[in-house]
Structure formats: structure tokens, C-alpha cells
């Protein structure tokens, strides 16, 4: 089986004093790419690992959560400058608008800015509708969120892949409850479902819906971001 490491970012500034978990800054975000490209290591996009049972052994997945226009300005460049693909998730009620599922200071791409991102650097996934937490959520609110966020995608013509982003990373836990959710996934066609779980994960994957991502913040520096790539998240950390 292969290593394959999925690394899970949400905002980018250029300020380094509004650095926070949720937040890397543009100097740090490069040092990152440039190590990735630097030591050889191959981004991949969910789509490419349908039908595959092994990856190289320097592999890696980027992924941004929340589709921020602060990602289009900040981590966007970098990617093409790295020349990096990347993975963005889209909460789709919010597009156009603010991250109100916080603080609602974060302005979201619009549609346009979505369909004008370089798709052979970008692929675009699901976050939710409302980016509500998925084990507060009855079978036909599930289902409801399913039914809103492909008629939005419909509407507005976007090139979604069928992988979701669990919005905070939540899904139900309890086997009666995961069954009914997993269900849900398949009838939508989901492919990926993604968690957090600070794992390197195994490739191809023991259960597709519970696919691990390692949390980089923004107070990692080089050296524990090398450590969160080779083996994820440490206790001491």
C-alpha cells in the first residue's frame, strides 16, 4: 500500500500577526510548496485516484476548505508558481457571500472567480450547503443538503467532483447513524468523503468516507510541517 498524506488548509494572509489554526500566512504557505517542489514530491487530485491501487512514493494531496477569497489572492499564485495541484471545497449557500457559519469576516469567491480558477491546477469539491455539522443532521436533512447543493451547481454550470469535505470535519460516529450517512454519500454519488484524523493515510483508502487530513496551522513552521507530511499530527503539537 502507498503513504499518502492529505493536507488540510483554510485561510491565507499576508499579515503575519492574524495568523491562527485556522489561518497560515503567505511566507509560510510558500516555504511549504517550495519544500513539496523542491524534494519531489507529486500532487494529485481526487479524480486521478479512481482506478488506481498504488501512487508514487513521494505523493501528496493539497486540500482548502471554504473556498476564501483570501486562497484565490494568497495560496492560488503559489500554486501556480510550484506548479502544485490542489483540492478546493466549496459550502455552497455561502458563494458570493461571507463565512457567516463563523464570524462572517471571510469573503467567499463568487462564481465567476470559481470558474476562472485553472482547472488542470484546481479541482472544486463539496463542503455542504450550509456548512452545518453532518452528525446533527437527520437522513432527510442529508438528503436536503444533497438535493440544494447539486441544484446550485446545476444553476451556475460549476465542475464539481464528487468528493466531500465534512464541514468542522464532523460526521455521525455511531455505526446505525454512519450507515445511514454513507448511504446518503453513495446515492449522491460521493467517491471521497473526508474527515480530519491527523493521519498519513494508507492507499487506496480502508473506507472512502472516512479519508484522513492532517490540519496544518499557521504557527507551524518547516520543521513540523516536515514531521505533520511524514507521519501527521504528534501529541506535543
Known amino acids: 500500500m502507498s503513504k499518502l498524506p492529505i493536507l488540510m488548509y483554510h485561510n491565507v494572509t ?10 497560515v500566512s503567505t511566507e509560510k504557505l510558500e516555504s511549504q510548496f517550495k519544500f513539496l517542489h523542491d524534494n519531489g514530491y507529486q500532487t ?21 476548505d471554504d473556498v476564501t477569497e483570501n486562497q484565490l489572492i494568497f495560496a492560488v499564485p503559489l500554486l501556480e508558481k510550484y506548479q502544485l495541484k490542489a483540492s478546493f471545497f466549496v459550502p455552497f449557500t455561502y458563494v458570493g457571500n ?7 469576516k471571510e469573503k467567499i469567491m463568487s462564481v465567476e472567480q470559481l470558474k476562472g480558477l485553472d482547472s488542470n491546477l ?26 440544494k447543493s447539486n441544484l446550485f ?8 467532483v464528487p ?5 468542522f470535519g ?4 455511531k455505526d446505525e447513524k454512519f450507515a445511514v450517512f454513507e448511504k446518503v454519500l453513495s446515492q449522491n454519488g460521493i467517491i471521497f468523503g473526508l474527515r480530519i ?3 498519513v493515510n494508507r492507499f487506496p483508502f480502508k473506507n472512502n468516507y472516512l479519508v484522513k487530513r492532517i490540519d496544518i496551522k499557521g504557527e507551524d513552521n518547516l520543521f513540523r510541517f516536515r514531521l505533520k507530511l511524514k507521519i501527521g499530527k504528534l501529541k506535543l503539537f
Not at 499576508?14 to 489561518?23: A, E, M, Q, R, Y
Not at 461571507?98 to 462572517?104: H, K, Q, R
Open 44 to 64: 494529485f487530485h481526487f479524480n486521478e485516484l479512481e482506478n488506481r491501487n498504488s501512487l508514487p512514493e513521494k505523493s501528496v494531496i493539497i486540500t482548502f
Open 122 to 147: 484546481i479541482e472544486l469539491g463539496y463542503h455542504s450547503f450550509e456548512h452545518k455539522r453532518y452528525a446533527s443532521m437527520s437522513k432527510e436533512e442529508l438528503l436536503s443538503d444533497f438535493e
Open 14 to 23: 499576508d499579515d503575519v500577526s492574524k495568523t491562527n489554526d485556522l489561518t
Open 197 to 199: 484524523g491527523n493521519r
Open 170 to 173: 464532523n460526521y455521525p460516529k
Open 98 to 104: 461571507y463565512d457567516y457559519w463563523i464570524e462572517g
Open 153 to 160: 451547481i446545476k444553476e451556475n454550470n460549476l465542475n464539481i
Open 163 to 167: 468528493v466531500l469535505a465534512y464541514p
